[in-house]
């Protein structure tokens, strides 16, 4: 018989002398076994790794207090609220464009043309007959005639104007939603919650409506005629809407009194013959 003692390197073998002639030592493959640790952590070593957690969970909860932390505006405080203050006090500027949109705007100006003794001048008769067939083309009845002439009209509402109020009133409400949006971003109402500024751009169509209810209006233009002694030139003096004036002294070539016309670039001057 013999015994076998198992190495981390080879087997030995104990055997009789009569066998030693016989058998012989030869390698074998060592069947290797779950390492167990040897070494204890001491407590140096778990104080450390204590430590390191810690500071870990520190960190993260500094970075997790940033992220929901909003981040400081790095604009100019004294700019923003003097933009703001201004944009407040021009705000009601198109409360008032509504309002004025179903009203004449009246103005009183004085024209001249060339009279009767000037060249390609008009006496006074024909100017009365020009004004007249122009104000009949427009609409305008004649409601008291004598030194000074009153011309009475019925002006329609527009569509178009209708439409640029409308249009007018959703700029302005969107403005002012973006100003509401960067003031109060934090603002939590009781009922609504978060409120969505941009939702007074649904007001602007009662512009329009506004307008539109207020109907036709009445416009009167007044028209007094005179002219110099030696009748070289005819005063015109109306006093009416500003925008009905505008378009009467273009279209009979008028010239407002103490003024100059100056010929634009895109005027076509008339053929020679």
Known sequence: FFLLQTTTTTTTAFIPKSNFARISTTPTTTIPTNPIPTTIPTTTQLCMHNDLIAASTTWLADAAATAATPPEPAYSKASYYTTLGLYVMSFPGVWSAIKRSTSAKTK???YVSPGEAAESGKSLRQQAGEIMAYMKSKNY???EAGETITFEGMVERSKSQAFFLTFCTALGMASLALVLQIQFQNLVLPVIGTPNWFYLVLLSPYAGIYYWKSGDRIDNIQVKL?????????QIVVEGNDEELDRMWRTLEWQEKGMVKVEGLLEIPPPVL
């Open 226 to 234: 005179s002219t110099n002694d030696e009748e070289t030139e005819n």
């Open 108 to 110: 009183r100006k004085t």
């Open 141 to 143: 009845e004649v409601k």
